[in-house]
């Protein structure tokens, strides 16, 4: 997994040619690999696996991190989950979701320590 993250890095900085400050995350409909990085997705249908890759711009210090997601439309959270990082996840964290409902849904992944502040931001489609 660390090769995945250090190649998902690489492809970002030659794409975007800079180095961010933030955190980012990647989905798919497949697992996210080395090879699929760059084709990264945000329309997905309903009842589909979710794939993301949350890559954090440094190492973080805290051992949980907390995922969660917000529906638009409905102005509510619809989903949240603390995640325990291993000693060699200190950069990222990887998984899947499924939802049903059509909408446009933003994803945020904060350090347990400040929920006030997402490291990182993404959003994604549901036809």
Not at 48 to 73: C, G, H, S, T
Not at 80 to 106: C, N, W
């Amino acid at each position: 997994m660390k090769r995945l993250v250090l190649t998902a890095l690489f492809m970002l900085f030659i794409l975007t040619g800079c180095v961010y400050d933030r955190g980012i995350i990647l989905f798919s409909n497949q697992p996210i690999t080395a090879s699929n990085v760059p084709t990264e997705e945000h329309t997905f249908n309903a009842g589909e696996r979710i794939y993301y890759l949350f890559i954090a711009p440094k190492k973080m210090d805290n051992k949980y991190i907390r995922v969660q997601v917000f529906k638009y439309k409905d102005n509510a959270v619809v989903r949240t989950k603390d995640f325990r990082l291993m000693k060699d996840e200190r950069y990222y964290h990887s998984d899947y979701f499924v939802f049903h409902e059509a909408g446009i849904y933003l994803m945020q992944v904060f350090s347990t320590d400040d929920l006030q502040h997402p490291l990182s931001v993404g959003e994604f489609h549901i036809k």
